[in-house]
């Protein structure tokens, strides 16, 4: 079974991420790295175990863009979210056991390091993925 | 004999294989998983038993013997299916003449033509390649190009689905097209380079292996080619700019620039082999945009520091590449050339001129460089503009970081 692990940040953590704007919130270079590292372990390690299936992070909710019928035309906004709204900031899709296993492995993701504030409100969610197994196959 | 070994030189003999199973066969599809299967047993069995006395010869026997049953279930999969339409015996039949016994090297480069095809996509092209060419397992293929192993499996079997239906012989391409299919080979290593550069958070080792294969594959075509000059020329920049790598990244996993990075780290002999293809190939013409940049990437591999760069001759250099291509990060980088052998003033003079090129100007690059010109000329008020401009078009936090760093210095310093 595949699995998705989903995780949230909004415009201004983005910002704070990215060292935006330069004050008390933002990460630090010793935070970003501590980040980096963590990460590139997490993903080895699922890569090593076979689990892994694929994994993207996400760019700033500001570069997006959404397309909506309006009077029945598509019609496009640029970032469409508001400064502190969350959205999806990143995935991982594994291919795991159980729905357990695949909850063990978002739970690892509680210890990621990052300034308290950002600790404090974190989460991620686990979604069973919706596959459906062709009947035949050659 | 050890894995490693083995696998080296499986990798090394697997166009190979498939070139003279392909050949024999007419069959570049089951050529193709056959020659897979040999790999596979080869990869179970010489570490265990020994290298066999001819490996090559042990591999095409395995592979052709493979192929003839999967020939066998296809025709009877064919008769069941359809009765009346039987196959020609043409691709079962023996090669073409004029095609018998060509050499090895010959087998390589009818497969990189036949892999870079302009009919497949250049998402297709580069995993037929790793996988036909550089005999990657699929496995291997979608770890480095941080795909699915069912896409990368998707991708293959569409690319030699499309081979087949549009009946490309397994053959030279005519004189006459030549150039125009070395120009996508060329293209797809350097794509397949770029994309190893084009680093994600936690997965920068992995995607050197993919730079590392691209220069692999570079060498095989420059040994099928070696009289090409833009061949060369590939091969050059790829190892001149690969000679870098290690000088890149901080320990803490932020990129270096080029005029920070401790030049000592960088990789002697890869320059040495760089400066030694690009030295004999430039004066012999003619000179293609990969050669020129390989000169320019020599340039700055020569250099002890970024301010004893000869600049004046990366901006000849620039120049010359931007009467070959209209290409707009040429112009830029031509820009910043000039800046640091006239000073910034010329520079930001060439800036103004591409303020108007849709192709660059909402490019976080154009900014950025923007904003290092004005710091250097002094304007500290329009270069924060610039700086904050590159960041808000950056999509990418290392690079958001970066720009960050720098609005901070600016503000700091006022």
């Known amino acids: 079974m595949k699995y998705m692990i989903l995780t949230y940040a909004s415009q201004q953590e983005y910002q704070e991420l990215a060292g935006q704007p330069p004050e008390q919130r933002a990460w630090t270079q010793e935070d970003w790295a501590a980040l980096g590292a963590f990460m590139q372990a997490f993903n080895a390690e699922l890569a090593?175990?076979?689990?892994?299936?694929?994994?993207?992070?996400?760019?700033?909710?500001?570069?997006?863009?959404?397309?909506?019928?309006?009077?029945?035309?598509?019609?496009?906004?640029?970032?469409?979210?508001?400064?502190?709204?969350?959205?999806?900031?990143?995935?991982?899709?594994?291919?795991?056991?159980?729905?357990?296993?695949?909850?063990?492995?978002?739970?690892?993701?509680?210890?990621?390091p990052g300034p308290e504030h950002v600790r404090a409100r974190a989460y991620a969610d686990v979604r069973p993925v919706d596959e459906h197994q062709p009947e035949f196959e050659g | 004999m050890a894995d490693a070994e083995a696998e080296d030189l499986l990798r090394r003999l697997a166009p190979q294989v498939l070139g003279a199973v392909a050949r024999r066969f007419g069959n570049f599809d089951l050529a193709e998983d056959a020659t897979q299967e040999a790999l596979l047993a080869a990869a179970r069995?010489?570490?265990?038993?020994?290298?066999?006395?001819?490996?090559?010869?042990?591999?095409?026997?395995?592979?052709?013997?493979?192929?003839?049953?999967?020939?066998?279930?296809?025709?009877?999969?064919?008769?069941?299916?359809?009765?009346?339409?039987?196959?020609?015996?043409?691709?079962?039949?023996?090669?073409?003449?004029?095609?018998?016994?060509p050499a090895d090297t010959?087998?390589?480069?009818?497969?990189?033509?036949l892999c870079c095809h302009p009919s497949l996509s250049a998402a297709s092209q580069i995993a037929l390649t790793l996988r036909a060419v550089g005999g990657l397992s699929t496995a291997e293929i979608a770890r480095a190009l941080l795909a699915a192993p069912d896409t990368v499996t998707r991708r293959i079997s569409r690319a030699k689905q499309s081979i087949k239906d549009s009946g490309i012989p397994f053959a030279r391409p005519p004189a006459g097209q030549l150039p125009a299919r070395l120009d996508a080979v060329l293209r797809v290593l350097y794509l397949m380079f770029n994309e190893g550069y084009a680093a994600t958070s936690g997965t920068e080792l992995l995607r050197l292996?993919?730079?590392?294969?691209?220069?692999?594959?570079?060498?095989?075509?420059?040994?099928?080619?070696?009289?090409?000059?833009?061949?060369?020329?590939?091969?050059?920049?790829?190892?001149?700019?690969?000679?870098?790598?290690?000088?890149r990244t901080a320990p803490d996993g932020s990129l270096i620039a080029m005029a920070e990075q401790d030049r000592s780290r960088w990789d002697r002999a890869a320059i040495d082999e760089g400066i030694a293809l690009i030295t004999v190939v430039l004066p012999r013409g003619p000179t293609g945009p990969y050669?020129?940049?390989?000169?320019?990437?020599?340039?700055?591999?020569?250099?002890?520091?970024?301010?004893?760069?000869?600049?004046?001759?990366?901006?000849?250099?620039?120049?010359?590449?931007?009467?070959?291509?209209?290409?707009?990060?040429?112009?830029?980088?031509?820009?910043?050339?000039?800046?640091?052998?006239?000073?910034?003033?010329?520079?930001?003079?060439?800036?103004?001129?591409?303020?108007?090129?849709?192709?660059?100007?909402?490019d976080r690059r154009f900014h950025a460089v923007r904003a290092h010109l004005l710091e250097r000329s002094g304007d500290r008020h329009a270069a924060l503009d610039a700086y904050a401009e590159a960041a808000r078009r950056a999509t990418n936090l290392q690079q958001q970081r970066y720009l960050s760093r720098q609005i901070s210095r600016l503000h700091g310093s006022g």
């Open chain 1, 48 to 112: 090593d175990s076979g689990e892994l299936v694929e994994t993207r992070g996400l760019s700033a909710p500001v570069h997006a863009r959404r397309v909506q019928l309006s009077e029945g035309v598509p019609v496009v906004t640029d970032g469409p979210y508001a400064e502190a709204e969350e959205v999806l900031a990143g995935y991982w899709i594994v291919e795991c056991a159980s729905f357990d296993r695949a909850t063990e492995i978002a739970s690892r993701l509680a210890s990621c």
């Open chain 2, 45 to 101: 069995q010489w570490p265990r038993d020994g290298l066999p006395e001819s490996p090559r010869s042990w591999l095409i026997a395995v592979a052709a013997r493979r192929l003839t049953d999967l020939l066998r279930a296809d025709q009877a999969r064919r008769r069941r299916e359809d009765t009346v339409a039987r196959r020609t015996p043409a691709e079962t039949g023996p090669p073409p003449p004029g095609e018998r016994n």
């Open chain 2, 209 to 247: 292996e993919l730079a590392a294969e691209a220069i692999r594959l570079g060498r095989a075509l420059h040994e099928a080619l070696p009289d090409d000059s833009e061949v060369s020329g590939l091969l050059a920049l790829m190892l001149l700019v690969h000679a870098r790598h290690r000088a």
């Open chain 2, 106 to 113: 010959d087998d390589t480069l009818v497969l990189f033509f």
């Open chain 2, 291 to 362: 050669q020129l940049q390989a000169a320019i990437a020599a340039v700055h591999d020569e250099a002890p520091s970024a301010d004893a760069t000869d600049w004046a001759q990366i901006t000849a250099l620039y120049g010359v590449l931007l009467g070959l291509e209209d290409n707009p990060v040429v112009a830029l980088n031509h820009a910043v050339a000039v800046a640091m052998a006239t000073g910034p003033r010329a520079g930001l003079a060439l800036l103004s001129r591409l303020a108007d090129d849709p192709r660059i100007n909402g």
